[in-house]
């Protein structure tokens, strides 16, 4: 059972301590970058992981993909300096690309389904890259180290923070959600401050906080995401979600490391100043578990 160290107090009023009671594991991402910042390691297929959100956004794609072309958001690249000055223009949001090749039956289904997303996620930029159109496309996909496609590749700030190849469109919105969300119920915290800000503000009224710690790669926190989405719409009354990727930046990975925190997704459960204890692991019907139990209602199973 996970631990937390002595050094790690809070500056105001309460130390943090933890409860001791077990964990339900399922596939998880181990933390391998605890000594230095090195990608976490590949994570296995996920069980027993939520799709409704995915579905629900599938649902309009399908529904909506026949629209005319005038409506896409998609911007067609066609040189690096095309590619780089769109990146810029992005600044801090999120830059979604799909190279594509015209011969691929794989790119021709699923470019739809990112034409839908376009339209509904406006703070989310949207790039088609055709590597077979021209030597320019494909000289920016040899800089870009494609080798196969359709390849998805997520920017910001210019740079590269995700990459996938062959995904279908289930994974391609859960991704979406992941590294683009910046405007939910979900709280998007960036430091150890930023946790202590988000704690202080929840003691006078005793709410529940909900932490998501996971990993910028990790395909079990990616998959379990849409589920902290939804449960942050439907128990906003009672409960604060918010999300730290640990690999973000050192802030981030030294809170990990006084959290002892060794897999991920991890779920801190904290109220009043003190956590109260940990779920690790991404299922859904176990998190919905864990997050009644620690409001106080009984769960049996």
């Known amino acids: 059972m996970a631990t937390i160290t002595n ?45 409704c959100e995915q579905r629900r956004v599938i649902t309009r794609a399908t529904s909506s993909a026949a629209k005319k072309a005038s409506e896409e958001r998609v911007q067609k690249v066609h040189s690096i300096e095309e590619f780089d000055e769109a990146l810029r223009a992005a600044k801090n949001r999120l830059v979604v690309v799909e190279y594509a090749s015209s011969d691929s039956l794989e790119s021709s289904q699923i470019y739809p389904f990112m034409v839908d997303l376009s339209r509904q996620c406006n703070d989310v930029e ?48 859960g991704d979406v959600l992941y590294y683009g969300d910046s405007h939910s119920a979900v709280v998007q915290l960036h430091s150890r401050e930023d946790v202590e800000q988000v704690i202080e503000e929840n003691k006078e009224g005793h709410k529940l906080v909900v932490l998501d710690v996971g990993l910028k790669h990790c395909g079990p926190c990616v998959k379990v ?77």
């Open 7 to 51: 050094s790690f107090i809070f500056k105001s009023p309460a130390s943090l301590s933890i409860s001791t009671h077990p964990n339900k594991q399922l596939p998880l991402c181990s933390l391998q970058f605890l000594t230095t910042q090195t990608q976490a390691s590949s994570c296995a297929a996920v069980r027993g992981s939520n799709r």
């Open 126 to 173: 949207f790039l088609l890259v055709m590597g077979d159109e021209s030597d320019k496309t494909r000289e920016l996909c040899k800089r870009e180290k494609i080798e196969q496609v359709p390849h998805f590749s997520f920017y910001k700030s210019m740079e590269k923070i995700h990459e996938e190849e062959g995904i279908g469109p289930e994974r391609l919105v």
């Open 225 to 301: 995401y849409p589920t902290v989405l939804k449960l942050s719409r439907q128990m906003a009354d009672s409960v604060v979600f918010a999300r730290m990727n640990g690999d973000e930046n050192e802030s981030c990975m030294q809170f990990l490391r006084d959290m002892d925190v060794v897999e991920v997704p991890t779920f801190l459960f904290i109220r009043d100043g003190v956590i109260r204890g940990r779920y690790v692991g991404s299922g859904k019907g176990e998190l919905i578990g864990e997050i009644l139990r620690y409001q106080g209602v009984r769960v049996t199973y």
